[in-house]
């Protein structure tokens, strides 16, 4: 079996459990693969934690499940120092959290309070935690997936952007449409009379056989400087157009960069490709600039989304194409040269 028929497996099998999902199943995988961490938000009841169950069922990983409450404590998630009694000699032990697995689920991340989501700051990019002064390694396969419900705000803690920009991606879910919905009634009706099978589940060696065939998927030169315009839109958006200059305060990071990058070259990949398009670009950005874009109070005031900023940026940037310097020259705002300023 090759890397590519094992996610190809992982993807059937999630669809079978979540119907009418297919771009989250994608999405989900995407973020595995690039070794990343998501930011899952929808509605309740739209299978946001079905979602991740079934891909913990589907490859040979440990799953584990943390939800956060208000209540919740540092030592609750990472582990602890717990003193043990051997052979009469008092000893401390590092006791490991349920951070401690290959896909972790923080349900309702935004109901924990700050310290604990500061702790999860050192793991969601480090791969580690300390205690105690010393360093433990998570896992090499360790993919955190958390949700957040969009409607209720009582008892919640909005995640600092600190720890937003920590999410690869920022994944939204929506209802599915009518003939999807029958379909899951149907199955949950027809559950008793056709059992789950019991499938293999595909190695962790699978995974990382399509990490090393996704990072040699080329990205040309064109492609690369097409990726960083569009995150430099966000960060001087006067230069593309007025309508961008009053709706973006704080653009988006390096680390925006690179998750861009990333992610462009898992959808080509899933795609059969060996080299990114500026299609690629386009078919993630939305997912990596989603919840790295802060908005300008007047824009928070009028009521629109990020993703409509996304859609501006893109028609703004042109593709990478043979003239694509010149196209440059005409979107980005110029700037007078000193000599026309001493002139003036």
């Keep these: 079996m090759t890397p590519r028929e094992a996610i190809k497996i992982v993807f059937q099998r999630m669809n079978q459990e979540i119907i009418g999902q297919e771009h989250i199943v994608e999405r989900f995988i995407m973020g595995m693969l690039a070794d990343g961490n998501l930011l ?13 169950h079934a891909m913990a069922d589907a490859i040979d990983a440990k799953f584990s499940r ?3 409450t208000p209540d919740l404590e540092p030592a609750d998630v990472i582990g602890e120092e717990r003193l043990y ?9 590092f006791h490991e959290g349920p951070i401690f ?46 949700t957040q419900n969009p409607l209720e ?20 879910i929506d209802y599915v449409n009518m003939d999807s919905e029958y379909k899951m009634v149907q199955m949950i009706l027809n559950a008793s009379a ?24 080329q990205i040309s030169e064109a492609i690369g400087k097409y ?5 430099f839109a966000t960060r001087y958006p006067l230069r593309y157009s007025k309508q961008l200059g009053v709706m973006i305060d704080v653009g988006v990071s390096p680390r925006g960069s690179l998750a861009l990058t990333k992610c462009a070259q898992v959808h080509a990949w899933m795609r059969g490709r ?34 409509k900023i996304i859609d501006i940026i893109v028609e703004q940037v042109p593709d990478p194409t043979p003239k694509r310097e010149e196209q440059l020259r005409q979107v980005r705002k110029r700037e007078p040269k000193p000599s026309e300023i001493n002139s003036q």
Excluded: W
């Design 274 to 307: 060996q080299e990114v398009t500026a299609k690629d670009v386009q078919g993630v950005i939305h997912d990596v600039f989603r919840h790295r874009i802060v908005k300008s109070e007047h824009t928070k005031f009028s009521g629109i989304h990020n993703d």
């Design 227 to 231: 990726i960083v315009e569009l995150v």
């Design 101 to 146: 697995g290959n896909i972790i689920l923080a349900d309702e991340i935004n109901r924990a309070p700050a310290k604990v989501q500061s702790a999860m700051l050192e793991a969601m990019e480090e791969k580690q935690v300390t205690v105690a002064g010393i360093t433990h390694s998570l896992p090499r396969l360790f993919v955190v997936l958390a």
């Design 194 to 217: 056709h059992p789950k099978k019991q499938y293999e589940k595909v190695s962790q060696e699978m995974v990382f056989a399509a990490r090393d065939e996704i990072a040699g998927v």
């Design 40 to 52: 899952v938000e929808g509605l309740p009841g739209l299978a946001k934690t079905k979602a991740v």
């Design 85 to 93: 009694i051997e052979n009469g000699s008092r000893t401390f032990k």
């Design 153 to 172: 705000q009582k008892g919640t803690y909005p995640l600092p952007e600190a720890q937003k920009d920590r999410f690869l991606m920022h994944v939204k």
């Design 66 to 68: 943390i939800q956060f």
